[in-house]
């Protein structure tokens, strides 16, 4: 059997560890739902201000595109005259300040598109095609009053073989392109088209403004708190449009574009985030408007979360953030092992506790022990007692028990111990005596004896 002195405070940590175990374990749980709801928070916050950015610079785009779209509809501005076009757009791109190339090109092969010049906003760039520089399209500086400088370049381009053109041509209204490598950046760029028709419902021509990816990936970089948060842009199918990570989302082959899915990333993070959302919901085809995931890459966790973009942008992209759950978790773990060390602190102190405790409650219990052998052996001495029984709790009535108890059976080992003494002297002195009258009757027959032999002898 064990001892008290081992099983008290054993028991006694037993309950401080499931205790202290079972109030880590709510703290844990509340945190992480916590962490979830901080996490979600920040998440949706990051993709509102991200979706914000974009959203505007889609919207600034498509304004502009379509108040050349109305000047060229109505008659105002003429889609044949060249010229006269592009000081509409000049007019229209300076008024109204954006970043992206607006154009506009005809049935017949006359294009004109300006745009602003890197890191400048006096400056800007005219691409221009005609029949006096076909199949050309030399680029030449513009200053700020619309006034043609040098030239900067000299391409064959013909814009009525581009996508964007092609697309809208056979749609027949306001488009967005299938998005493709531009010619003049190299960037993957998409094209908010719209066709131009006559009176009698001839094409005349199409108007439109390219969308930077790059310009995005810029908005992404700025608006994300660290390098550590990882944006994307995606498509419906799954096809990468944007990323703040440095791995290409395309590459090329000849003339052959290949985007990269996310799932097909050279990124380990955003492929994992791609299979993720694919084992989980099938493909963004299949998302919801926000949603949130965690996946693990190379050992850590990793949290997703995903929102569409507007509607009424026409556009089915998808904004993502991945972020490491360490950023979140970080003070949780912080707490889990401070929680752990006091745990530690706390058996260990309660061990030492319970020791002592038992130690305290065992002194006077060996010393009631000791009084038992004492009983025992006979050497019983009250006054021993005398300390404990002075206490007021329980054992000290035990103690007061056991002198009184302990006097009784002294008392009895005495009363008997003198009666089995005058047993033993009462019984010697019976022996004796029969002794002494076996000693005399043997004499009285020997005197017979010794009578009879004198007699036979006469």
């Not at 006694?12 to 175990?21: D, E, H």
């Not at 916050?45 to 502009?64: A, G, H, K, P």
């Not at 990124?267 to 949603?291: M, T, V």
Request: proline share 3%; with cysteine.
């Amino acid at each position: 059997m064990s001892s008290i002195r081992q099983v008290f405070p054993i028991v006694l940590s037993i309950q401080i560890t499931v205790a202290v175990g079972v109030t880590g374990w709510i703290s844990f749980n509340s945190s992480e739902r916590a962490v979830q709801k901080l996490t979600r928070q920040l998440c949706d916050n990051l993709t509102y201000r991200v979706e914000q950015q974009i959203n505007s610079y889609l919207q600034d785009s498509v304004q502009i595109n379509q108040a050349v779209t109305t000047s060229l509809r109505n008659g105002t501005v003429n889609p044949n005259d060249i010229n006269q076009v592009q000081r509409d757009i000049f007019n229209k791109y300076r008024e109204l300040n954006t970043q992206n190339i607006l154009f506009y090109g005809n049935e017949q092969g006359a294009m004109v598109g300006i745009e602003r010049q890197a890191d400048s906003s006096s400056k800007f760039l005219l691409r221009i095609r005609d029949e006096s520089t076909a199949p050309n399209r030399p680029t030449y500086e513009l200053n700020s009053n619309g006034d043609r400088g040098k030239l900067v370049m000299n391409e064959i381009y013909d814009h009525r073989t581009r996508p964007w053109y092609i697309a809208a041509k056979q749609s027949g209204r306001d488009i967005w392109s299938a998005i493709f490598v531009s010619t003049t950046d190299g960037e993957l760029t998409t094209t908010k088209a719209s066709p131009i028709y006559s009176s009698d419902g001839a094409l005349q021509g199409v108007v439109g403004v390219n969308i930077s990816m790059k310009q995005i990936k810029q908005f992404m970089q700025e608006t994300r708190p660290s390098d550590k948060w990882n944006v994307f842009l995606v498509e419906e199918n799954g096809e990468l449009v944007a990323s703040t990570s440095d791995t290409p989302i395309f590459d090329k082959e000849g003339n052959k574009i290949n985007r990269f899915e996310l799932s097909k990333s050279k990124d380990p993070k955003l492929q994992k985030a791609g299979l993720s959302i694919k084992e989980q919901f099938g493909g963004f085809q299949n998302l919801q408007n926000s949603q949130i995931i965690e996946f693990d890459s190379n050992g850590e966790k990793y949290i997703v979360t995903t929102h569409k973009l507007a509607k009424d942008l026409q556009l089915d992209w998808s904004v993502g953030i991945i972020v490491p759950k360490s950023i979140f978790m970080q003070e949780i773990d912080d707490n889990n092992r401070l929680t752990l060390i006091i745990i530690v602190i706390m058996l260990g102190v309660n061990i030492l506790i319970g020791l002592a405790i038992a130690s305290w409650l065992l002194r006077p219990i060996k010393h009631l022990i000791n009084a038992a052998k004492e009983i025992e052996e006979e050497s019983f001495d009250p006054e021993g007692l005398t300390m404990i029984s002075a206490r007021k709790d329980e054992l000290g009535q035990m103690a007061r028990i056991f002198q009184e108890m302990g006097s009784t059976i002294t008392e009895r080992q005495q009363g008997m111990k003198s009666q089995l003494r005058k047993l033993r002297e009462e019984k010697d002195e019976a022996k004796k005596a029969a002794i002494a009258s076996q000693i005399g009757q043997s004499n009285s027959l020997q005197l017979i004896l010794n009578r009879a032999r004198s007699i036979r002898n006469k």
